[in-house]
C-alpha cells in the first residue's frame, strides 16, 4: 500500500512527463474548440470563422460605397489682372466635382434660364446697345501706339512691328529678308488688283500684325486707284502691331477696325484666347469646355455693319481674305447683305479645315453655303480655299473704271 497522498495528493512531487501526455493534451484542446463552435462556450459567436470573415468585409464594403458617393465640390477660382494695354484678361478657371454630382452653378445657371434671368457669374454683361465698333481706328490714335516691347523688321521694303520670335513663331518669325508670311497669296492677290482700271478695296478679316494687310496697302498704293485696305482684328494688343506698323509706313490708306465678327443674335462681346507662342492661333471661346490659359474680352460685330453703317459704305471691296481660326461660318453667316447682290466681292480667299461641323465637314459646309451665293471654288492649298463669282466677267466690269 502506498501513502495517503503520495500519487493524486496535493502534497504529491509532480509526475514525470511520460510518452503519448503531448497526444493526449492536443485532443482536449481540438475537443474545446469543437464545444465553442457549437456555442456551448458562453460569449461566442454562433457562427464559423470564415462566415465571419466575410460578413466582416460586406460591412467594410458598405461603408466605403457610402463614403465616396458623398458630394465633393470644389468652387470656381478666378482671378483678373490687366494686360499691357489695359486690356481685360482673365486666367481659366479650373473646375473639379465629383463623379454624377451636379455643380451648384449649373443648377443656377437652370434655373435662370427657364426664368430669363440672367444668372450671376464672371461674365461679362452684354450691353442693351450694340457698340459702334463699325468705326475704324483713327489715324491718331494708331500713332499714339506705344511699340516697347515690340520688335521692327523690315522685309520686302515693308517696315512690320512685330513680336518676338518666341511669342509668335509663325507670323512674327517668318518676317525675315525679302519675305513674310503667305507672301505667295499677297503677291497672287496684288497681281489681281493690278489688273483693274478703278478703285477696288481689299477686306482682311482676321488681319493680325499686318502680314498680309500691310504688303496689299503698299500694293493699292501703287496702283494709284484710290483703294483701302479694310483691316479687322478682334485682340486689342495684335491689332495695335499692325498699327504701329501702318503709322511706320504712311499707310493712310489702312481702315483698321478692333473687333471680332460674327454672325447677327451673338452677344455683342467675345472672349478670346490668347496664344502663348503664335499669335495667329489666339480664336474665340464657345464654351467653359475650352477653359484654361490668357483670355482678353472684345466687342463683337457682323461684317454686314462695318460695311453698311459706317464709313465703309462706299467701300467697293474686290478681294475679300478670312482667317480667324474657326469663326469662320458664323462670320459668313453675318454677311449675309455683303455677300449676296452685285455688289459682293469677286474673290473670297478663306482658310476652312476638315473638322467635323455636324453632319458633314466646316469646308463642305461653307463650300455649300458660298455655293447658294453664287461663288465656286477656284483654287486650293492645303486649308486654304480661294472662291470666284460664277459671274466673275461681270462682276470685274465694276471695276473697268
Not at 521692327?152 to 519675305?179: H, L
Request: proline content about 6%.
Amino acid at each position: 500500500l502506498k501513502p495517503r497522498g503520495s500519487c493524486h495528493g496535493p502534497s504529491s512531487p509532480p509526475r514525470p512527463r511520460r510518452e503519448g501526455d503531448g497526444a493526449m493534451v492536443g485532443k482536449s484542446r481540438v475537443a474545446e474548440a469543437g464545444r465553442a463552435r457549437r456555442g456551448s462556450k458562453a460569449g461566442a459567436w454562433p457562427l464559423p470563422g470564415r462566415t465571419q470573415m466575410w460578413v466582416a468585409l460586406g460591412i467594410f464594403g458598405l461603408l466605403a460605397f457610402w463614403c465616396l458617393r458623398q458630394p465633393l465640390d470644389i468652387p470656381d477660382q478666378e482671378v483678373d489682372v490687366k494686360d499691357a494695354v489695359g486690356s481685360n484678361i482673365r486666367r481659366g478657371r479650373g473646375r473639379r466635382r465629383a463623379h454624377g454630382v451636379e455643380r451648384p452653378k449649373e443648377k443656377e445657371t437652370e434655373q435662370a434660364a427657364a426664368t430669363s434671368e440672367t444668372p450671376k457669374g464672371p461674365e461679362p454683361e452684354v450691353p442693351t446697345e450694340p457698340p459702334k465698333d463699325w468705326e475704324p481706328m483713327t489715324f491718331a490714335r494708331m500713332q499714339a501706339v506705344d511699340v516697347a516691347g515690340m520688335v521692327r523688321r523690315e522685309a520686302a521694303g515693308i517696315a512690320f512691328y512685330t513680336y518676338p520670335d518666341t511669342e509668335d513663331i509663325w507670323i512674327s518669325g517668318v518676317i525675315t529678308g525679302d519675305t513674310y508670311y503667305k507672301k505667295w497669296a499677297s503677291d497672287g492677290f496684288c497681281e489681281r488688283f493690278r489688273t483693274l482700271r478703278g478703285k477696288a478695296d481689299f477686306l482682311d478679316v482676321g488681319a493680325n500684325i499686318g502680314a498680309i494687310a500691310l504688303p496689299m496697302a503698299k500694293c493699292l498704293q501703287e496702283c494709284g486707284q484710290g483703294g483701302n485696305v479694310i483691316a479687322v482684328e478682334a485682340v486689342p494688343e495684335i491689332a495695335n502691331h499692325l498699327a504701329a506698323s501702318a503709322v511706320a509706313n504712311n499707310f493712310m490708306n489702312v481702315h483698321l477696325y478692333q473687333a471680332a465678327v460674327g454672325r447677327e443674335g451673338q452677344p455683342h462681346t467675345a472672349r478670346m484666347r490668347l496664344s502663348v507662342d503664335n499669335k495667329g492661333a489666339s480664336y474665340v471661346v464657345d464654351s467653359d469646355s475650352m477653359l484654361g490659359g490668357l483670355e482678353v474680352i472684345v466687342p463683337r460685330t457682323t461684317i454686314d455693319n462695318i460695311l453698311e453703317l459706317g464709313e465703309q459704305r462706299a467701300a467697293r471691296v474686290f478681294l475679300m481674305k478670312m482667317n480667324i481660326q474657326g469663326q469662320e461660318i458664323n462670320a459668313l453667316e453675318g454677311s449675309v447683305n455683303s455677300l449676296q447682290g452685285d455688289a459682293r466681292p469677286c474673290h473670297i480667299f478663306i482658310e476652312l479645315k476638315e473638322n467635323q461641323f455636324g453632319p458633314e465637314t466646316f469646308r463642305a459646309y461653307a463650300t455649300r453655303l458660298l455655293d447658294g451665293w453664287g461663288y465656286e471654288v477656284a483654287e486650293q492649298r492645303d486649308w486654304d480655299v480661294f472662291f470666284k463669282r460664277k459671274d466673275l466677267d461681270a462682276c470685274l466690269l465694276r471695276f473697268a473704271s
